[in-house]
């Protein structure tokens, strides 16, 4: 069975143990839960594809706690990495890098990269640390389930599958890390995150964007395979209404009703001060605080899932900048093409 742990001395030096014997420990980051292994131990990391439920082609995310701990990882580093170190690292951006022969296949499906990050939470750093080895970590959830913010979400997806769980209580970010490209001719952001294009922008000014219908529809799959958009899905199909907040909370009640009318049990994703109500609600943030729909907008889709809803219509909040992106870019992922534009 999967025991539960704090995250005091003593919790970090049994986890700390278990990843070094080649055990499965979720542990909290800044962005997300992520599932702990051993990079370097291949029979370790086949166990996690095994427990997720995850595909053997979606490459994992390498955590180290220094730039030094991932130099032996790497066949080669780029100019740009000292610098994006510097500014981003430890944080929510993932580098993907040319590997060296250390990092096993499994790791990396094959590819010759490797994705490489030093998150900031101080739990996770303290586990690399005292385990002294590389952590390869997806996201401690079941495949195609909404990331874990939280050990409860790990716990309801992986009990009994994974050997132990660090709980560091909710994390802050919410969404998963910006993956950053660092393979091609223009830096590509694979993955919208908290460090945004912006925020790149400054460091690396080429820095691009990469093509989302392309991603999205499977024609790019060696880019990046868990960008496919089946991921982050809740189990109720879920509809997402975009475009200016008053007209879409207007649509999105219209349809509401019409779903109720039909026998539908209807759940709603709305924003804290959406004239909505009637329906089984879950309120996600506000307009003027996408930081903090961003951190709860996983746990949101879990509860919502669990109420039992046979369709769930949810808003969309304003994509032009900062982490809005990320937050759209989740929402249409749990969507998978079911976009409504309401235009005015
Ligand atoms: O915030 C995060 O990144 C969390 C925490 C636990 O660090 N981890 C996470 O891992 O979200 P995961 O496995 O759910 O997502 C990793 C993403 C996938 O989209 C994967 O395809 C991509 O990174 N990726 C990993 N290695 C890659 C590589 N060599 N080239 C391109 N994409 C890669
Ligand atoms: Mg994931």
New binding site residues.
């Given amino acids: 069975m999967t025991d539960v742990v704090q995250p005091d001395a003593a919790g970090i030096q049994r986890a700390a143990g278990v990843l070094r014997a080649g055990g499965l420990v979720a542990f909290p980051?800044?962005?997300?839960?992520?599932?702990g292994v051993h990079a370097l131990d291949r029979e370790a990391v086949r166990r996690l594809f095994l427990a997720k439920g995850?595909p053997a082609n979606?490459?994992?995310?390498v955590?180290v706690a220094t730039l030094d701990g991932a130099a032996s990882l790497l066949a080669s580093r780029p100019g740009s990495v000292a610098a994006l170190a510097g500014r981003f690292w430890p944080g929510?951006l993932?580098l993907?890098l040319p590997?060296s022969r250390l990092v096993p296949d499994e790791?990396?499906?094959g590819?010759a990269?490797?994705?490489i990050?030093i998150?900031a939470h101080p739990v996770?750093l303290a586990l690399i640390e005292a385990a002294g080895i590389p952590i390869a970590?997806?996201?401690?959830?079941l495949f195609s389930r909404p990331?874990p913010t939280r050990a409860a979400h790990v716990l309801a997806d992986l009990d009994g599958r994974i050997d132990l769980v660090v709980d560091g209580g909710d994390t802050s970010?919410g969404?998963?890390?910006t993956?950053l490209?660092l393979?091609r001719d223009i830096p590509t952001v694979?993955?919208p995150?908290a460090v945004t294009l912006e925020m790149l922008g400054a460091v690396l000014p080429h820095v691009r964007m990469r093509d989302a219908s392309h991603t999205a529809s499977g024609a790019e799959p060696?880019?990046?395979?868990?960008?496919l958009s089946r991921?982050y899905s809740p189990r109720a199909p879920l509809t997402l209404y975009e475009g200016h907040a008053a007209a879409v909370v207007a649509r999105l009640a219209a349809d509401a009703r019409d779903a109720a009318h039909q026998g539908q049990r209807v759940g709603i994703l709305a924003a804290d001060d959406d004239p909505v109500d009637g329906f089984t609600i879950v309120r996600v943030g506000s307009d003027g605080d996408l930081p903090g729909v961003a951190a709860r907008l996983y746990a949101a889709l879990r509860e919502i899932d669990a109420a039992g809803t046979d369709v769930i219509l949810a808003r969309g909040y304003p994509a032009d900048t900062g982490i809005g992106i990320a937050i759209q870019d989740r929402l249409r992922r749990a969507a998978a093409g079911r976009i409504v534009h309401v235009d005015s």
């Fill in positions: 980051t800044e962005t997300v839960y992520g599932l995850r979606d490459p994992l995310i955590h929510p993932t993907v590997k790791v990396t499906a590819l990269s490797v994705a990050r998150p996770a970590a997806p996201s401690a959830n990331s970010v969404v998963e890390s993956v490209d393979t694979l993955r995150g060696m880019a990046s395979p868990g960008l991921h």
